[in-house]
């Protein structure tokens, strides 16, 4: 069965350092996401991407972070400068088709920042 | 704006009793809503969701919930809880801005 895989599961960085978290949506999906969950907290809405272009963001998605999808397969999400608040657990989801409305999580890349 | 409030951060039952995690919502337009399981140091599953058509949504694992737009409720039930229920559950809501707002989360305990 199709599934959408991140990696790495787990990144450690240092304050003010960037990172790159990577996902692989399902192959034939046109609609892609970030989500965060902050431990204990949670999972909260980031970014929604369509057509190469974002389509919503929320108010944490500030201009430190950044989403790109590269190439036909990938779609990652930027941190410019990390903070210790960043510190979550990042979910990247993919959905097909207009109207089917179900989003497909991956397991997550669980993000430390020291 | 949308919301989901999930009453009980924490909710033991015993093994073979019944489950019931409760959900509310609010939304100012039709909601499509979900509930997702999250296993320990795992990603979010599907359990059911609920878009358009019959109110009572059957999903995995012999679980199932029941839309009832007059209470703005979309309770999570199975009727004999296993161990392997044990996980966190997330009530969610979206609408046709598409993206998914979760509810805090109830952890299911499951009591031999």
């Known amino acids: 069965e199709p599934e959408v895989t991140q990696t790495p599961s787990h990144q450690v960085t240092q304050m003010g350092q960037e990172v790159i978290l990577r996902c692989v949506p399902i192959?034939?999906?046109?609609?892609f996401y970030w989500y965060r969950q902050i431990l204990g907290q949670k999972v909260e809405f980031l970014v929604s991407?369509?057509?190469?272009?974002?389509?919503?963001k929320s108010e944490i998605f500030d201009d430190q972070f950044s989403v790109e999808r590269p190439d036909g397969s990938n779609f990652t999400l930027k941190i410019r400068s990390t903070k210790l608040e960043d510190s979550a657990m990042y979910f990247c989801?993919?959905?097909?088709?207009?109207?089917?409305?179900?989003?497909?999580f991956g397991p997550g890349t669980r993000l430390t920042v020291l | 704006a949308q919301s989901v409030t999930q009453l009980g951060s924490h909710v033991s039952v015993s093994e073979g009793a019944l489950v019931l995690l409760r959900c509310n919502y609010s939304s100012s337009v039709p909601p499509y809503l979900f509930w997702y399981v999250q296993y320990p140091n795992q990603g979010l599953q599907l359990l059911l969701k609920?878009?358009?058509?019959?109110?009572l949504v059957k999903g995995i694992n012999g679980f199932e919930a029941e839309f009832k737009k007059s209470e703005t409720s979309f309770h999570l039930t199975k009727p004999s809880a296993h161990m392997s229920d044990a996980a966190e559950y997330f009530c969610a809501v979206s609408d046709r801005d598409d993206k998914i707002i979760f509810g805090k989360g109830t952890r299911l305990h499951i009591l031999p």
């Open positions: 989801a993919s959905r097909g088709l207009a109207g089917t409305y179900e989003q497909f």
């Open positions: 192959s034939n999906h046109l609609y």
């Open positions: 609920y878009t358009t058509g019959a109110t």
């Open positions: 991407f369509y057509n190469n272009e974002i389509s919503e």
